[in-house]
């Protein structure tokens, strides 16, 4: 990462930089610039009934021409114990051969809850995680706030509970190379502007955005998803947006259309959920993107 004053002040060939919004935490290049990849919760059933293997999800990806997975830390047997190195490595060089790159993983940790003993334990497994991200060649690491507001305590105090276990957790990715990203999840944050001020408390160039298009409820979901992608290291595109709590078609087009508008460079993970076959689901959805995306196969 790069500080943000002196890489708009001594890169002329960026001025356009200057456009983004004063907010904005993550400096890059201008322009678009986008990779796709595969959440591998596209596969929960099989990957968790042990029909399928993460393994079998990269070769999934190569056969479909998509350019990474997000192989879940939930998938891996050992889950929520970090998995042996052998086991790390094995998959790492099935991707690489099959020119599939991992893009992130992810683990489901609560920290609203006020029992502090709890937190720190899944302090603990998020930095494992990120010590296993590193080992995959991971670069970001997802995360969430937590399951919900906890009874008894305020919304401010919760905040202020995460805030803490963020910054130790950023810093430890700080250590190892790998970004911790906060997926908002229509669970404790439910509003953007929620999710930018705690990735703003945190205050580290090693924590961002999963900018989940489907778990902002809360009024025009592309307005939301527009205040988001300043602070985007990754996304989770999904099938449905919720507008008002209430589900609707995810309007490809116009998520591209802020994407150009904001700029963002790096991968575009997405998700097909919902009942059927989950390989003509996910070849369905990932045609769609590609024709809204204008992005070739």
Same mark, same amino acid.
């Given at each position: 990462?790069?500080?943000?004053?002196?890489?708009?002040?001594?890169?002329?060939?960026?001025?356009?930089?200057?456009?983004? =919004?004063? @907010?904005?935490?993550?400096?890059?290049?201008?322009?678009?610039?986008?990779?796709?990849?595969?959440?591998?919760?596209?596969?929960?059933?099989?990957?968790?009934?042990?029909?399928?293997?993460?393994?079998?999800?990269?070769?999934?990806?190569?056969?479909?021409?998509?350019?990474?997975?997000? #192989?879940?830390?939930?998938?891996?047997?050992?889950?929520?114990?970090? =998995?042996?190195?052998?086991?790390?490595?094995?998959?790492?060089?099935?991707?690489?051969?099959?020119?599939?790159?991992?893009?992130?993983?992810?683990?489901?940790?609560?920290?609203?809850?006020?029992?502090?003993?709890?937190?720190?334990?899944?302090?603990?497994?998020?930095?494992?995680?990120?010590?296993?991200?590193?080992?995959?060649?991971? #670069?970001?690491?997802?995360?969430?706030?937590?399951?919900?507001? #906890?009874?008894?305590?305020?919304?401010?105090?919760?905040?202020?509970?995460?805030?803490?276990d963020f910054k130790e957790c950023?810093?430890?990715?700080?250590?190892?190379?790998?970004?911790?990203?906060?997926?908002?999840?229509?669970?404790?944050?439910?509003?953007?502007?929620?999710?930018?001020?705690?990735?703003?408390?945190?205050?580290?160039?090693?924590?961002?955005?999963?900018?989940?298009?489907?778990?902002?409820?809360?009024?025009?979901?592309?307005? @939301?998803? @527009? &205040?988001?992608? =300043?602070?985007?290291?990754?996304?989770?595109? &999904? @099938?449905?947006?919720?507008?008002?709590?209430?589900?609707? #078609?995810?309007?490809?087009? &116009?998520?591209?259309?802020?994407?150009?508008?904001?700029?963002?460079?790096?991968?575009? =993970?997405?998700?097909?959920?919902g009942p059927g076959d989950p390989?003509?689901?996910?070849?369905?959805?990932?045609? &769609?993107?590609?024709?809204?995306?204008?992005?070739?196969?």
């Amino acid at each position: 990462m790069i500080d943000r004053r002196n890489f708009l002040s001594g890169s002329a060939g960026l001025a356009a930089s200057a456009a983004m =919004p004063a @907010e904005a935490r993550v400096t890059r290049e201008t322009g678009v610039k986008l990779k796709l990849g595969l959440n591998a919760y596209s596969f929960d059933k099989q990957l968790r009934a042990g029909t399928m293997t993460l393994a079998d999800a990269v070769q999934f990806c190569a056969h479909n021409g998509v350019d990474a997975l997000d #192989p879940t830390g939930y998938y891996f047997p050992s889950y929520p114990d970090v =998995p042996t190195d052998e086991f790390i490595y094995s998959l790492k060089r099935t991707a690489f051969v099959n020119g599939v790159a991992l893009s992130g993983t992810g683990v489901r940790n609560d920290f609203a809850v006020a029992d502090e003993a709890a937190r720190k334990k899944d302090v603990r497994m998020v930095k494992n995680w990120i010590e296993v991200a590193s080992k995959l060649g991971a #670069p970001v690491i997802r995360v969430f706030s937590g399951r919900v507001r #906890p009874e008894g305590h305020s919304f401010e105090e919760a905040f202020q509970w995460m805030v803490t276990d963020f910054k130790e957790c950023a810093a430890h990715g700080k250590q190892h190379g790998v970004i911790v990203a906060i997926q908002q999840h229509d669970d404790f944050l439910k509003t953007a502007a929620e999710t930018i001020r705690l990735i703003d408390a945190v205050g580290s160039d090693w924590f961002g955005s999963i900018l989940d298009v489907g778990s902002l409820r809360q009024g025009d979901p592309y307005a @939301e998803i @527009e &205040k988001l992608v =300043p602070y985007a290291v990754s996304w989770q595109i &999904k @099938e449905q947006v919720g507008r008002d709590g209430k589900d609707e #078609p995810t309007d490809l087009a &116009k998520i591209k259309a802020i994407i150009d508008r904001s700029g963002y460079r790096g991968y575009v =993970p997405f998700e097909a959920l919902g009942p059927g076959d989950p390989k003509v689901k996910i070849v369905g959805f990932l045609q &769609k993107i590609r024709e809204a995306f204008k992005l070739q196969a």
